[in-house]
């Protein structure tokens, strides 16, 4: 098995498991700190179903490093993101980037993009791009992400 089918069957696994625990537990995401930690927390799993398409290779040493630009705290009540004061620059833009995936994930512009994004990313080179993209976000985070990630997918067609 190679590498990457190895990275097809983990994140198959982990997006399996993200879906079926939102099923599960939605109603239970009102317990959560806050809505604006439910809207990051929602982004977030929308987020990760694009990362397994790109089937982004992930170890120890590769997921320590990417989370530097994460938010290392539960989002409050008034947290604005973008201008949540005791955040990095970078943290802000990876709040903002999962707050347009949550205000998107519902629409069908959406789902046709999650639709053809996974249709590209079968794509050795343009899953690889996609890897260089998803790796440059997370080490300098842009809330330019989404966009970038379309203008992928039209190239890629």
């Not at 397994?52 to 170890?59: D, L, P, Q, W, Y």
């Not at 519902?106 to 690889?128: G, P, Q």
């Not at 992400?145 to 190239?155: A, G, P």
Request: hydrophobic letters at 45%.
């Amino acid at each position: 098995m190679t590498v990457d089918e190895l990275m097809e069957v983990l994140w198959e696994a982990h997006t399996g498991s993200i879906v079926y625990a939102m099923s599960i537990f939605t109603a239970e995401l009102i317990y959560l700190a806050s809505s604006q930690e439910q809207k990051f927390g929602i982004g977030w799993g929308n987020f990760v179903q694009i990362i397994a398409a790109a089937r982004f290779v992930t170890n120890a040493t590769e997921v320590h490093s990417l989370q530097v630009n994460l938010p290392y705290r539960m989002l409050n009540e008034d947290d604005t993101p973008g201008k949540i004061k005791d955040f990095t620059e970078s943290m802000n833009e990876v709040c903002e980037a999962m707050f347009d995936i949550y205000h998107l994930h519902n629409t069908s512009i959406y789902r046709l993009f999650i639709h053809e994004w996974d249709k590209v990313m079968e794509n050795v080179d343009c899953r690889a791009k996609a890897q260089v993209m998803i790796n440059n976000f997370f080490h300098s985070p842009t809330k330019e992400i989404i966009s970038m990630l379309f203008s992928l997918v039209e190239h890629c067609k």
